[in-house]
């Protein structure tokens, strides 16, 4: 699994491989595999893969609702400045 390109360093899959992991340490993984994808490739996109690819199996597992999270993370766009407790007049 080290060669894929949606997981270069096999970090995911390794993760399903660890018994009574927690969701704390799915995070740490997870940003630990946002931060080994080349350059080139597309983040949303590598994880969408990968959630398609390990989801179905292990939709129970704490890393597919971490990286489910992650994804649902992704497409929401977020607002710069935060948000305002009331309109401007």
Not at 38 to 57: F, I, K, M, N, S
Request: charged share 25%.
């Amino acid at each position: 699994m080290k060669g894929d390109e949606n997981d270069p360093k096999g970090l995911i899959f390794e993760a399903y491989r660890i018994e009574g992991i927690t969701d704390a340490e799915c995070r740490t993984i997870f940003l630990d595999w946002a931060l080994s994808l080349p350059p080139e490739r597309e983040t949303a996109q590598a994880l969408q893969l990968l959630v398609t690819q390990y989801g179905a199996l292990h939709a129970d597992h704490p890393m597919t609702g971490v990286m489910t999270e992650g994804l649902s993370g992704m497409a929401t766009p977020k607002r710069r400045g935060g948000w305002r407790s009331r309109p401007r007049n």
